[in-house]
T-cell receptor
């Protein structure tokens, strides 16, 4: 079955810096890759996603890139702010709306 | 439009007991997926229901069972509770399992098994 590896497990940056989180997946049939942000004690919230027919997607300070050949995808956050501090999860599935396989998460800390 | 809701918020059970968790999907959504999130881990897929039928199951034993009702709300039942079942149980709804839509999570139910 699908396996998703996520790195790093923790990431500390200064406010205004960029943050990059990387994930690799094992199942070449996966074609949907969402990213979720989970603040302490709250639900995971979808922040951006990408489908396999595109290589990059951007939404304001957040971007995701996908390399299907290498089976990896990355989350890029620019101009980080303290409110970006949270746990970020990547996930993969064979189709949006079906079973999501999650990475173990990255705890991002943004200090001001 | 109301979001995904879950009940109860917290629950404490004893090993060997049975528990039922409930999820109301977002308005207009006909698909509900259940996930187990252990402390410090990512959510793990338990199963999914699409229009009242099971539409996929993760690597969980049969004592984890579910149900979806005609209004698309859903229940997760766990029998013979074990200490390792202690976790946050999340449900997520989406407009359609086969239409290719994003999943939106509820706030979760924190289950503690003692």
């Amino acid at each position: 079955g699908e396996n998703v590896e996520q790195h790093p497990s923790t990431l500390s940056v200064q406010e205004g810096d960029s943050a990059v989180i990387k994930c690799t997946y094992s199942d070449s049939a996966s074609n949907y890759f969402p990213w979720y942000k989970q603040e302490l004690g709250k639900r995971p919230q979808l922040i951006i996603d990408i489908r396999s027919n595109v290589g990059e997607k951007k939404d304001q300070r957040i971007a995701v890139t996908l390399n299907k050949t290498a089976k990896h995808f990355s989350l890029h956050i620019t101009e980080t702010q303290p409110e970006d501090s949270a746990v970020y999860f990547c996930a993969a599935s064979k189709q949006a709306g079906t079973a999501l396989i999650f990475g173990k998460g990255t705890t991002l800390s943004v200090s001001s | 439009e109301t979001g995904v809701t879950q009940s109860p918020t917290h629950l404490i059970k004893t090993r060997g007991q049975q528990v039922t968790l409930r999820c109301s999907s977002q308005s207009g959504h006909n698909t509900v997926s259940w996930y187990q999130q252990a402390l410090g881990q990512g959510p793990q897929f338990i199963f999914q229901y699409y229009r009242e039928e099971e539409n996929g199951r993760g690597n969980f034993p049969p004592r984890f069972s579910g149900l979806q009702f005609p209004n698309y709300s859903s229940e997760l039942n766990v029998n013979a509770l074990e200490l390792d079942d202690s976790a946050l149980y999340l449900c997520a709804s989406s407009p359609g399992a086969r239409e290719g839509y994003e999943q939106y999570f509820g706030p979760g139910t924190r289950l503690t098994v003692t």
